[in-house]
């Protein structure tokens, strides 16, 4: 047996890198933002599938979570995802594994994703993300020999998909019943079941975005952008002060709609803030990302309780994605053994719901992780990945 027939196993506490794990816990919170909305049953649906808000209170709320969370969240999901595939490769290969060794580790990892996802969306959220990362980590095999030059060119290019499949996915004509995600208003545990298949299918229309997001993130991986945030703060920088601002303006106007402020005249003009608020959304993503890295270099090698526990959180990140689903199905749907909130809790409620849950996430991690304890998800992706290693083959 040689060094390169021997995986270096998954990576150890202590040699993981502030950033990504302080930028995956601070995007968990965004998650339960975007996803919790969702679950919202029983009234009429208007502008990008909310329902329809008279408060002032739950329409300020909802443009809030549009212009900041919404289509924001999950492509800095997807670049942290590509992130971490990109140093599984670069970490293998260093350790002396040959390449075709780590391509079919890779291929493991990413198959056992699309199972867990499968699965989570079936019982749980059809609106999972993880079998759409675990199909991405495939195409992120296949580009690690692409130049970093074709890699952005691809990025800008697909930009026009994100546009034209978004802008449609959300223009759709409603009489005020649901597009999709229909399993959430059915009480039938069977009714709701048979919906997923479905549901999860239609899942990637709503995240095009992913793909301009993964590639950014293969190309800032490659280079190591989060990992040394010193070494590229002006990267981080700019991309933090453009990318912001720019989800900001161009997610605004499809917050303003939602909440009832304005109302976009025709489906042209709602086709047009729906491309314009998806796009820019990758900008949010990215930028999200940069400034959450950059406030990691300033923290430096000495984190805070608070840095601690968010850094815990995102080491755990799958575990508590799945965390948050568990609960929003238990308190929110109209499901036999649920609480059914969802059909009178308004916006601004149920955001502070899913901040909540987010916290107690952050609590029970930073428990975790003072007693050493590794996320039960994480442990089982990792045993199903590196089992050959863990056998000594």
Do not use: C, K
Request: proline residues 5%.
């Amino acid at each position: 047996m040689t060094a390169r027939d021997i995986s270096a196993g998954p990576v150890g506490t202590r040699d993981r890198a502030l950033g990504p794990d302080l930028a995956r816990g601070l995007m968990l919170a965004l998650i339960a933002l975007a996803n919790s909305v969702v679950y919202l049953y029983g009234r009429p649906y208007g502008v990008r599938q909310h329902i329809v808000e008279t408060g002032l209170p739950d329409r300020l709320v909802s443009v809030v979570t549009v212009t900041l969370v919404d289509a924001r969240a999950y492509p800095m999901f997807a670049a942290l995802f590509a992130y971490g595939v990109v140093q599984i490769f670069q970490r293998q290969r260093a350790a002396g594994l040959a390449e075709p060794r780590v391509r079919s580790l890779l291929r493991r990892r990413s198959g056992w994703l699309i199972a867990f996802g499968g699965a989570h969306a079936l019982l749980l959220f059809p609106g999972d993300i993880l079998a759409l990362y675990g199909a991405t980590g495939f195409l992120l095999i296949a580009l690690t020999r692409v130049r970093d030059r074709t890699l952005l060119v691809a990025a800008g290019l697909w930009l026009i998909v994100v546009a034209l499949v978004q802008g449609a996915a959300y223009t759709m004509p409603s009489d005020g019943g649901r597009s999709f995600f229909w399993s959430f208003e059915a009480a039938d545990p069977l009714t709701a079941l048979s919906l997923r298949p479905v549901e999860w299918l239609m899942t990637p229309a709503g995240l095009a975005g992913v793909g301009t997001a993964v590639l950014a993130g293969t190309w800032a991986a490659r280079r190591g952008v989060l990992t040394d945030p010193a070494a590229h703060r002006p990267l981080l920088t700019r991309t933090a002060i453009l990318g912001l601002p720019l989800a900001v303006a161009g997610g605004l106007p499809a917050g303003l709609a939602v909440g009832h402020f304005w109302e976009p005249d025709g489906l042209s003009a709602l086709w047009g803030v729906s491309a314009l608020h998806a796009v820019t959304g990758i900008a949010g993503g990215l930028g999200y990302a940069a400034l959450i890295a950059l406030a990691a270099l300033r923290i430096g090698d000495r984190p805070g309780p608070v840095a601690r526990a968010l850094a815990a959180t995102g080491e755990r990140s799958l575990t508590f994605y799945l965390f948050q689903s568990v609960v929003f199905v238990f308190l929110l749907t109209p499901l036999p053994y649920a609480l059914g909130l969802g059909a009178t809790l308004g916006t601004a409620a149920t955001a502070a719901l899913a901040v909540t849950t987010w916290l107690i996430s952050v609590l029970i991690a930073d428990a975790m992780r003072r007693r050493g304890v590794r996320g039960p998800a994480e442990v089982l992706l990792r045993r199903l990945t590196y089992r050959s290693a863990m056998m000594g083959r």
